[in-house]
């Protein structure tokens, strides 16, 4: 009697539930939750698929594709684990052409494989299982007959079906299953609930097609939730808003835009509103700085710029898609998902409050630089909108000034570049990116090289590595101060700095071991440094309010002085009296009242008390959904060049 052969759909349903099963835990670090029931509803269609394809043909055939089937799952999930320990953020097809030269870099790809070495073999065990099954020849390759082909059709086509009516009953709540399969861009949740595979389906399904964003509009039930600002003098502070008028044209989208917006309740002007008006301003951001970095002895000018200007206490830089993602949301008040960042680079809208939009506007000069390649991250366009078309990398006239091999110095950028800005007639705003802090730490940074033996050396190599290399920026700064200082310029210019990211190829391990406190891998890791230093300030001022990249814009139109819409801005002036609140790129998020871990759990702040905590929890929620989905919206439509007459 001769041995039953295993059919190839349990072949098939094993591995891709092993297959989703372990991304899900390295990506959400949770494995049995109510999502394991919808993954596998959404993929019995999926491996009926597969086994049809892999029993219409000959033996021979059949065993080639079934193969190739594996082959391909294993690299597409090994594909998921490396961009996701790179960025932080699953891999999107939306992705592709949005970074250019980003995975240029070998051997960061190499050192990533290396450093999730388990979980990298994880994803090959199919491929030696099923080799090792078919050396036994314990898997059936016989075509069925048409008979079973036709019925296993009808079972695919059956199982689709009713894979999509199990979410219909909720189709009209608020963050259902439903609304996350056709509406909502929020990938991990996707992941959690469907499954990579299904998340590479809707994925590729939003490119061809598009999709339509859920937004939650609520009209405001009492004025009065943002309380007006008064001084002891009875000032009453004004609204920051523009005379917008909110017209359709006949466009959903910017329908439901103008909707929103004509809803939203604005930020008010403050004590601060004006403070730095008529000042120059020198924005940084900062390649891989977070406030593990800091230390009065060894980066002593972040040091004193950080504790003698606006010292933000609450302060996040969120991941989102690397340092691309930190330039979106700190030079737009946008949030970034890779949809809205290609988005961004594929129409170029012009972004009106934008630094260098607004500011030129009050006849600032605007220079924007970066020491490394131009193009990178697509900047040659992205720059533009933003209105820094004074724009100098490695490739289109910055090479010419400093040595521009990989690392490039930071230090280099800035005495090449001063003397363009200083010295001259009228104000000037500046955005440097800078590019010493980037990874990989270890024995290939030449810029980290140079201050090595100031770094404890019983700490991690890699920890080591990243302390040396946010010395450079440390005197990039001290350098820039000083050409302020000897152009008479200092006490007119405000220089701000934020990271682009926490430096995301550290272990969470290695991170706690320089850091002051332990971090958590989803929010605390991501706590950082804002400053804003003018030696003209004759003390600090210390805020306390949650704040993230995204109220950064915000804050410093603000402080400037510049006319502007805070509506029509996700991130909101951190100096305001509006809830402070800090988004993730997972949906989780800190108020001042509590950090909430995506998925349900909220852990309250010490000494801060909510009347009704879910009411809290359900009005953050709405407003990070809203946020993702607006942001999308303004740079599908051209949103501010439609509605705001420049």
Known sequence: MKNKKISPFVVFSIFLIYYELV??????KKVLDIGLIYLIIFLLPICLLFTILTKSFNKTVNKIIMYLIVIILSVFFETQLIFFTLFSTPFSFSTIGLANQALDFVNIVSDTIVGN?????????????????????????????????????????TSYIVSFAYLLPDRKVSGSEYKLYFKIDDAESIIDRFGMINYAKIDIKRQLVGYESDINIEKPKKKEKIVEEKTPKEIVYKDNVLDIQFNDNGNKEISTLNDYFMNSIPTKQNEYTGMFKGKNLIFILAEGYNEVALDEERTPTLYKMINEGFKFTNFYSPVFLSTTGGEFQAT???????????LWKQKQPRVSFALGNAFSKLGYRAYGYHDWTYTYYKRNITMNTLGFSNYLGIGNGLEKRIRSNWLPSDIDMMNATVPDYVGQDGNFVTYYVTVSGHSPYNGSDNIAKKYLDQIDSNLPSQARYYLASQIELDKALEALINQLKEAGELDNTVIAMVGDHYPYTLTIDEM???????????????????????????????????????????????????????????GKDILSNYPGLAIFSNRSWVSDYGTYFAGGRFVPKEGKELENQDEHIREMNNRVANGFSVSR????????????NE
């Open 332 to 342: 737009t008040g946008l949030i970034p998902t890779q949809e809205t960042l290609k």
């Open 633 to 644: 919206l303004l740079m599908n439509n051209k949103y501010y060049e439609y509605i705001i």
């Open 117 to 157: 070495i388990i979980p990298f073999t994880l994803f090959l065990l199919p491929i030696l299982v099923l080799i090792i099954l078919n050396l036994f020849k314990v898997i059936s390759y016989n075509r069925y007959s048409k008979a079973t082909t036709v019925a296993l059709l009808l079972m695919f086509i």
């Open 512 to 570: 706690n071991s320089i850091a002051s406190y332990t971090k958590d891998a989803v929010v605390e890791v991501n706590r950082s440094n804002f400053f804003l230093w003018s030696s003209s300030m004759e003390k600090p001022i210390v805020i306390d309010k949650v704040g993230s990249q995204i109220d950064v814009l915000p804050t410093l139109l603000n402080l400037f002085g510049v006319d502007y819409d805070s509506r029509l801005i996700i």
């Open 23 to 28: 991304i899900k835990y390295i990506m959400l």
